[in-house]
């Protein structure tokens, strides 16, 4: 029980930190990184596909209740679906690197956009796909690779500590 209470105190304040006025403000190009994307892709990768899961399910739903809230339970099936499968892969693939790590935020940052640019198109605006214009997707995705490794050294370190 010890070691999600690190990712829910750190998805907790990413919750403060990217509802805030000024989050964004902070990034490039007007793009800044996803840090529950990466909180909840981290839970998996450590935790497995069931704890991964359901921290997706419950930061989804959170996202989807912040105003201003777009159509009830994408962001919640979105990042289920995301926390289910990074943690499949983390239990398929031995060994958690910085490689892997990378490369998976990457990857889930894309599925993340097709994703709610798919449902998007389906329920809200037919033929948006505004996750993909001006590459901003891929900048995202640059981004949140590029701090993951950060926030997993963190959270490995911290939980160390915790579940001793």
Known sequence: MKKY????VFIIGFIFLQS???????GIRGVSPDLLLIMVSLSALILGPLPGQVIGFI??????LIPPAGLLGISAFTFTLIGYG????GQKIF???IVLTISLLFFVTIIKAVVLSMFAALF??????GYF????????????SLISPVLY??????EAKVVK
Do not use: C, H, M, R
């Open 20 to 26: 805030a006025p000024f989050y964004e403000n902070i």
């Open 133 to 144: 214009v001006q590459g901003k997707v891929f900048l995202e995705a640059v981004l949140n």
């Open 153 to 158: 050294f963190i959270i490995t370190k911290i």
């Open 59 to 64: 930061t989804g739903l959170v996202i989807d």
């Open 95 to 97: 060994g958690n690197s």
């Open 5 to 8: 209470i690190v990712f829910i």
């Open 124 to 129: 809200l605006k037919p033929g948006y796909f």
């Open 86 to 89: 990074v943690g499949v892969v």
